[in-house]
């Protein structure tokens, strides 16, 4: 018997779909004959105590989620997710020069610095990329900090109002769609897939519209269906990352590219939603980490 701790925080149980998800993680483990424990930040310490250590909170290398990711690593515990891939992925400049260097097909992406931001860079942009473009801060999670911009105007008041929070900054091409899709990649192997439909007023699949937060409906996707050229660059992407969880976000063009739009870390997995049509992503989850087995 294992003994597994999964690392939380308030906002992780905020919403009814998180609080069960967790419960089926609890549920799983319990199925295989593992002992579950819940563990808030002021119990960090007691991480060597475990064979392992599951993650459901934000990451970022500075946040408490990363020292948890560390002290687990450094006393020789699995850890969902690795640091590494916590520094990749929390880093998208890092993570796209990453897919760019594995030959992952992604949105033609430029890099801007602050000197950079200026009308006449901006005139050059949508001159090659087009209108609009997306602008995104490097360290930006659940679609803030990622806006569109369809004027010269637009671009620069974005661009400044991002600079107060990096010193670069994402340009890439919109790629329109009604929804993206989710790829769930565990240890190279495919794990669950869905759609993300796109609220109405917005490209995002999480944003404030008329001053309530919308999130994407669900829909998930049998792995057997999912298009094989999506389920390769899912793969694909996530292998440029590591061995760990990913959330794979890939968009198909208007000609019929897919395109990698980001990698997640430690994606979310809510109850009734990415796990539809995979009800045993928990167990392969639980088994990938007391027992070495993603399948």
């Known amino acids: 018997m294992g003994r597994l701790a999964i690392y939380v925080e308030r906002y992780t149980i905020a919403r009814r779909e998180e609080h069960a998800a967790l419960l089926r993680y609890r549920d799983a483990a319990e199925a295989l004959g593992h002992e579950v424990h819940f563990l808030f930040r002021n119990e960090l310490h007691k991480i060597p105590r475990y064979d392992a250590l599951f993650i459901r909170a934000l990451t970022h290398p500075l946040n408490a989620s990363y020292v948890a990711a560390r002290l687990a690593e450094l006393h020789g515990k699995p850890v969902i997710d690795d640091s590494r891939s916590i520094r990749i992925c929390c880093d998208?400049?890092?993570?796209?020069?990453?897919?760019?260097?594995?030959?992952?097909?992604?949105?033609?992406?430029?890099?801007?610095?602050?000197?950079?931001?200026?009308?006449?860079?901006?005139?050059?942009?949508f001159a090659e990329l087009g209108a609009p473009l997306v602008l995104k801060a490097p360290q930006s999670a659940f679609s803030s900090h990622v806006e569109r911009v369809e004027t010269v105007e637009a671009f620069l008041r974005t661009g400044r109002r991002f600079f107060y929070h990096s010193d670069r900054l994402i340009v890439q091409q919109f790629i329109p769609s009604p929804f993206d899709w989710r790829v769930g990649v565990l240890?190279?192997?495919?794990?669950?897939?869905?759609?993300?439909?796109?609220?109405?007023?917005?490209?995002?699949?999480?944003?404030?519209?008329?001053?309530?937060?919308?999130?994407?409906?669900?829909?998930?996707?049998?792995?057997?269906?999912?298009?094989?050229?999506?389920?390769?660059?899912?793969?694909?992407?996530?292998?440029?990352?590591?061995?760990?969880?990913?959330?794979?976000?890939?968009?198909?063009?208007?000609?019929?590219?897919?395109?990698?739009?980001?990698?997640?870390d430690n994606p979310t997995i809510n109850a009734g939603e990415e796990d539809q049509q995979a009800p045993d992503v928990y167990t392969r989850i639980v088994s990938h980490l007391l027992e070495g087995k993603s399948s």
Do not use: W
């Not at 400049?93 to 901006?122: C, D, F, I, K, N």
């Not at 439909?197 to 994407?216: M, N, Q, S, V, W």
């Open 187 to 264: 240890g190279g192997q495919l794990l669950y897939a869905c759609r993300y439909l796109i609220p109405a007023k917005t490209f995002k699949i999480e944003a404030i519209i008329d001053g309530r937060r919308a999130y994407a409906r669900v829909e998930g996707v049998p792995l057997e269906a999912l298009p094989e050229a999506v389920a390769q660059a899912a793969l694909k992407a996530a292998a440029a990352i590591g061995q760990g969880l990913y959330g794979v976000d890939l968009k198909v063009t208007e000609t019929g590219q897919v395109v990698v739009i980001e990698v997640n």
């Open 92 to 125: 998208k400049v890092h993570m796209y020069r990453r897919l760019e260097q594995a030959g992952v097909s992604v949105p033609p992406t430029r890099l801007l610095t602050r000197p950079m931001l200026t009308p006449t860079q901006a005139d050059r942009l």
